[in-house]
């Protein structure tokens, strides 16, 4: 099992920037890959951005791509996501979703990011 746990979200205006916090609850070594999602009301929860736990190996939706970095600190089990230029279209609940080795899924609560216009 792993716990996630999202933080980080918030109300910020057009052109404005937030990181999130993805705080594992063991090594990160543990796990494959944790990844970005998000959904915004009455749309399909999208991937924004993934990132191995070992190597450099990262992915971004080309929505996001050049404006949104995913990066992470393994001493402190935790992944982040810089969100720089906001738009409101990035308005949404963005989640944390962890897979292991064996395939299965972990999900934390999610956090609300609003963009204002």
């Known amino acids: 099992q792993v716990q996630l746990v999202e933080s980080g979200g918030g109300l910020v205006p057009a052109g404005g920037s937030l990181r999130l916090s993805c705080a594992a609850s063991r090594s990160i070594f543990s796990i494959n890959t944790v990844g970005w999602y998000r959904q915004a009301p009455g749309k399909q929860r999208e991937l924004v951005a993934t990132?191995?736990?070992?190597?450099?190996?990262?992915n971004y939706a080309d929505s996001v791509k050049g404006r949104f970095t995913i990066s992470r600190d393994n001493a402190k089990n935790t992944v982040y996501l810089q969100m720089n230029s906001l738009k409101p279209e990035d308005t949404a609940v963005y989640s944390c979703?962890?897979?292991?080795?064996?395939?299965?899924?972990?999900w934390g609560q999610g956090t609300q990011v609003t963009v204002s216009s």
């Open positions: 979703n962890a897979k292991d080795f064996y395939g299965r899924a972990y």
């Open positions: 990132i191995a736990t070992s190597g450099s190996s990262t």
